[in-house]
């Protein structure tokens, strides 16, 4: 192999070697005989396929199935914890909501509607306490809602006093 080097990149050139066959004196470097042989070894050369064999294949299937079998229920796992928290999430932020209505005590209430519910009234001359409950997620999931864990549970509930304090608890 010879390289060369020039000064935008670096380009390694093959050389071939050329051999030497003496062809014999009675066969004119055009004749019939010598284009057949070349035809024929570009015939070869045409008919060898740069494709994949079936083996490479069904390996690479083999790995694909395999990468697939490990990753596909972490990822339903991650997914379902999410759709979880996302739920999770919602709820506080309604029962916050709810929390400060009850807390400022105003002349009207205000009504609230939970994800999981009919609307309610928060706030008011005499709020009231209410109790908030999370849609429910698909498999049972250990999750932390407002500083507590809550151990494998498909729904969260969060209370919400009288003085706009929030709690949150199992179903």
């Known amino acids: ?3 060369t080097f020039s000064r935008t990149h670096y ?5 071939q070697r050329q051999s030497v066959t003496a062809t014999p004196s009675y066969q004119a470097p055009d004749s019939p005989c010598l ?8 015939t070869k050369h045409l008919s060898q396929s740069n494709g994949f064999t079936l083996v490479e294949l069904m390996i690479t299937v083999a790995i694909i199935g395999l990468l697939s079998a490990v990753a596909l229920p972490q990822y339903l796992d991650a997914r379902n914890r999410a759709d979880a928290k996302a739920k999770v999430g919602e709820l506080i932020g309604i029962a916050k909501e709810c929390a400060t209505f009850n807390a400022e005590a105003d002349e009207t209430a205000t ?7 009919a609307e309610i009234s928060c706030g008011g001359t005499t709020p009231e306490a209410k109790t908030l409950a999370s849609r429910d997620w698909s498999t049972a999931t250990t999750i932390v809602c407002l ?25």
């Open 1 to 3: 192999m010879l390289v």
């Open 11 to 15: 380009r390694p050139a093959l050389v």
């Open 35 to 42: 284009r057949g042989r070349r035809q024929l070894i570009a």
């Open 111 to 117: 009504p609230v509607k939970p994800p999981s519910g």
């Open 147 to 171: 500083g507590t864990t809550i151990v494998d549970t498909t729904q969260v509930v969060i209370s919400v006093t009288d003085t706009g304090q929030i709690s949150c608890g199992p179903r």
